[in-house]
């Protein structure tokens, strides 16, 4: 069956460090990738989505793009920032239905 | 965007109890979902829930554990039955909503069963 796999956490990082949390998935046809993000005591955020491949999501300075012929979504950014400690999920969907298959999430931690 | 809100936000429940937990949303919705997710883990998919038919439920989740109420197109409850501490963790209401159509997560309750 279709399934996510992220790499495991936490991560730490010092401000402004450049950010990579890969995520690799299992399915057939061509499912929507997203990327949800989980801020400490809040729910969670739809942070970016690609919808085909080498479609290529992006928000508050994150990416990712949909790498078909390495069924790859990994999250990249620039330069991290304290705020962006949180709990980061990948997750997919088939078309046919609106269910997400989810990561087991990455918990970034960013110091000062 | 659709928002979401939930109600109670955390609750600590004894072992053999019942706690039902609502789920408004400010826009009308067909699908909605109930999650949990356990300290420290990921989500796990408990049920749809689309207004007008019966939830559907997934493996190792069971209608008389956690029944669901969807009366209409913008609510939808979902009772923890006869709690043990097992039970223990974010339960998390969803809507697909759009387009495009994208999944909106409320902030969860917090359930603790002593």
């Known amino acids: 069956g279709d399934s996510v796999t992220q790499m495991e956490g936490p991560v730490t990082l010092s401000e402004e460090a450049f950010l990579t949390i890969n995520c690799t998935y299992t399915?057939?046809?061509?499912?929507?990738l997203f990327w949800y993000v989980q801020y400490p005591g809040e729910g969670l955020q739809l942070l970016l989505k690609a919808t085909k491949a080498d479609d290529k999501g992006s928000n508050k300075g994150f990416e990712a793009t949909y790498r078909k012929e390495t069924t790859s979504f990994h999250l990249e950014k620039g330069s991290v920032q304290v705020s962006d400690s949180a709990v980061y999920f990948c997750?997919?969907?088939?078309?046919?239905?609106?269910?997400?298959?989810w990561g087991a999430g990455t918990k970034l931690i960013i110091k000062p | 965007s659709a928002v979401i809100s939930q109600k109670p936000s955390r609750d600590i429940c004894q072992r053999g109890t019942s706690l039902t937990i609502q789920c408004q949303v400010d826009s009308q919705v067909t699908m909605m979902f109930w999650y949990r997710q356990q300290p420290g883990q990921s989500l796990t998919l408990i049920a749809t829930a689309n207004q007008g038919s019966e939830a559907t439920y997934e493996s190792g989740f069971v209608i008389d554990k956690f029944p669901i109420s969807r009366p209409n197109l913008t609510f939808s409850t979902l009772t923890v039955s006869n709690m043990s501490p097992e039970d223990s963790s974010i339960y998390l209401c969803s809507v697909e909503y759009g387009p495009p159509y994208e999944q909106y997560f409320g902030p969860g309750t917090r359930l603790t069963v002593t």
């Open positions: 997750a997919l969907s088939r078309d046919s239905n609106y269910q997400l298959i």
């Open positions: 399915a057939t046809g061509y499912p929507s």
